[in-house]
């Protein structure tokens, strides 16, 4: 079964840091490029960032650019969100997102996974 | 401050066929293919049409969609009760250099 499951989501304080996991199956997580999308009730699906199949390139939103990090391990199926600097803003919900093509731009996200909740607040 | 616009709402009883609208700009949608998601409230979006006007296998053909220009819309026709979610139209940003999205717009079948 084609499946993303993210993990390690929680409550932080403002200026602290999480990291985000995703693990995807029943596909080759090595022959595609991966996203973070986040979702909130004010600001509804924001792309966060990608990374292409092979780590050789990755992108970021604005609002990401210099206090998240993506990566991945595809010995471990598995994609990573560093998140620091969090601000309060940035509570929402986290979903990891598999690209139909190896690169990270242009094209589009036909598996989601099912997500995983930052609030960020003191 | 999505750099895509869809009105926030649209409506239609069982049977009928519904239409929604994503407005955007020549450094988006009028250079771009746009691609459509659906998601059902507290469930992950899914991909609802990609590359414009094209179906993924599991998708019913009662859905389908168009591009023109800077605008692109999706249509659902024989609407029913599980087509109730919340559609986002998405595409590449040239100027941004990343993806967008729109703002949403909620389907209620009555």
């Known amino acids: 079964e084609l499946q993303l499951v993210e993990s390690g989501g929680g409550a932080v304080q403002p200026g602290g840091s999480l990291r985000l996991s995703c693990v995807g199956s029943?596909?080759?997580?090595?022959?595609?490029?991966m996203h973070w999308v986040r979702q909130t009730p004010e600001k509804g699906l924001e792309w966060v960032s990608g990374i292409n199949y092979d780590d050789a390139s990755r992108g970021y939103a604005d609002f990401a650019q210099g206090r998240f990090t993506i990566s991945r391990d595809n010995a471990r199926n598995a994609l990573y969100l560093q998140l620091n600097s969090l601000r309060p803003e940035d509570s929402a919900i986290y979903f990891c997102?598999?690209?139909?093509?190896?690169?990270?731009?242009?094209?589009?996200?036909?598996?989601w996974g099912r997500g995983t909740p930052v609030t960020v607040s003191s | 401050q999505s750099v895509l616009t869809q009105p926030p709402s649209a409506s239609g009883t069982p049977g009928q066929r519904v239409t929604m609208s994503c407005s955007g700009s020549?450094?988006?949608?009028?250079?771009?293919?746009v691609n459509w998601y659906q998601q059902v409230p507290g469930k992950a979006p899914k991909l609802l049409i990609y590359t414009n006007d094209k179906r993924p296998l599991e998708v019913p053909d009662r859905f389908s969609a168009s591009k023109s220009d800077t605008s692109a819309s999706l249509a659902i026709s024989g609407l029913q009760s599980e087509d109730e979610a919340d559609y986002y139209c998405?595409?590449?940003?040239?100027?941004?250099?990343?993806?967008?999205f729109g703002t949403g717009t909620k389907v209620t079948v009555l």
């Open positions: 997102a598999k690209d139909f093509s190896r690169g990270w731009v242009f094209w589009y996200f036909d598996l």
């Open positions: 020549s450094s988006n949608i009028g250079g771009n293919a």
């Open positions: 029943g596909f080759a997580f090595d022959d595609h490029a």
């Open positions: 998405a595409t590449w940003d040239d100027s941004l250099n990343g993806h967008v």
